[in-house]
């Protein structure tokens, strides 16, 4: 029985690849690594939803609309917002994204993660919202939605380089779920639900705030080495290591560290964690042998997401942010298929009496 799907191909698809043998992220052709030099999250966003996102929308056109869909879900917080604030910032981008209407566009639907989750961490603070510039790209945006003043050039470039690296890459669980969900024809913002739903686990896109605790933990310890045996010895699992996917290191995780170069505080840290990944990496192949477990991106990304002054739990549901647009991206192409996502289980139960 393989439970995980492991190997298992569930759609076809022209819009990313993950090459877990050779260490590439494709979207649309392009490596991550143009993506993050050439075009910038907004710019990949509409390569990836060019002739998805509605019959004739160009690129230009679904980057203009990026603007307007600010807006609108500017315009439509309320309802939801005082109640949402209330409750973890994981519910309260659940209860947002709930918020969203069935008729959505794409970039509406995109529009409401970066506008309902700024204005729920300002309101959890007793700050309210601040109103999008539509001429800004969504990370600077966000940012200064966030702290209500534009953020500084690097620290929003940086936001940038993170979104468009996790924007998209292949059948990863929270994609699959929002491909079941619109295979059943249910609307794209019902599939960013059923996606953001899956991504809240540590496992998927809840890692990096738990990778942070980790790396903390093990500086605290004062002995990297003896914290990593004792972790190993007792089956807990490193963050920040392992992949369904990669054999080989993630090759993000290397674009978030140049990234990471150009800001200045974070550097003394970054030095902790190259030391850390380094023995955890010996230390892995100790306990693991022949399970090949390699450095995925979630180290640098914790350290990318501290250093632009975002709080650990806000770490998934930003994360989340960039995330979505491969999300609608995958639920858009899954639609035109027309099929009905229904596998089967091996029933192993008990059969009635006689
Ligand atoms: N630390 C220690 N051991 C590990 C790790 C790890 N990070 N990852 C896998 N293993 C071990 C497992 O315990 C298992 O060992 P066993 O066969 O002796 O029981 C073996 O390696 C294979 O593990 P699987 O669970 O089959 O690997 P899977 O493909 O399901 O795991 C996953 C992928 C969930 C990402 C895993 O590597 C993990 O838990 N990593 C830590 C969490 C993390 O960093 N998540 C972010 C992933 S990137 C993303 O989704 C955004």
Redesign the pocket.
């Known amino acids: 029985m393989n439970s ?1 799907l492991e190997g298992v191909i569930a759609a076809e698809t022209v819009l990313s690849h993950t090459d877990g043998s050779r260490g590439v992220v494709l979207v649309r052709g392009h490596t991550v690594q143009e993506l993050i030099s050439r075009h910038g999250y907004d710019g990949s966003v509409a390569l990836l939803w060019e002739g998805f996102a509605g019959d004739g929308l160009t690129r230009a056109g679904i980057l203009e609309a990026f603007g307007d869909g600010r807006q609108l879900a500017f315009q439509r917080l309320g309802g939801w917002l005082e109640a949402a604030a209330q409750r973890p910032l994981i519910e309260g981008v659940r209860m947002c994204l709930a918020a969203v209407p069935d008729e959505s566009t794409p970039s509406q639907i995109a529009a409401a993660m970066p506008v309902g989750i700024a204005a729920l961490i300002r309101s959890r603070r007793g700050q309210s919202p601040v109103a999008p510039d539509p001429s800004l790209g969504t990370a600077a945006d966000f940012l200064r939605m966030l702290h209500g003043a534009p953020a500084d050039e690097p620290i929003a470039g940086a936001l940038d380089t993170y979104f468009t690296a996790v924007m998209d890459n292949g059948l ?1 669980a929270s994609t699959f779920t929002a491909r079941v969900v619109a295979s059943t024809r249910a609307s794209i913002a019902s599939a960013v639900v059923g996606g953001y739903c899956t991504f809240t686990g ?4 809840g ?1 990096p705030g738990p ?1 942070l605790d980790m790396l903390d933990e093990a500086a605290a310890s004062g002995d990297i080495d003896a914290w990593l045996e004792r972790k ?1 010895a007792g089956g ?9 996917v990669f054999r080989v290191r993630d090759p993000r995780a290397d674009a978030l560290r140049e990234s990471l170069q150009h800001l200045g505080p974070s550097v003394g840290r970054l030095a902790f964690a190259a030391d850390f990944e380094r023995r955890a990496l010996a230390a ?1 192949s100790r306990h ?1 042998p022949g ?1 090949s ?1 390699q450095t ?3 180290i640098n990304a914790a350290l990318l997401l501290d250093a632009v002054g975002l709080e650990r739990d806000a770490f998934m549901p930003v994360f989340a942010i960039g995330r979505s647009a491969g999300w609608i991206a995958h639920a858009l192409e899954q639609q035109k298929t027309g099929r009905m996502i229904r596998p089967l289980a091996n029933y192993i139960g008990p059969q009635p009496p006689g």
Do not use: C, D, I, Q
């Open positions: 995980g990863n540590p496992l998927h896109g890692a990778t190993l807990g699992r490193l963050m920040g290591f392992g992949h369904r892995l693991k399970r477990l995925n991106l979630e």
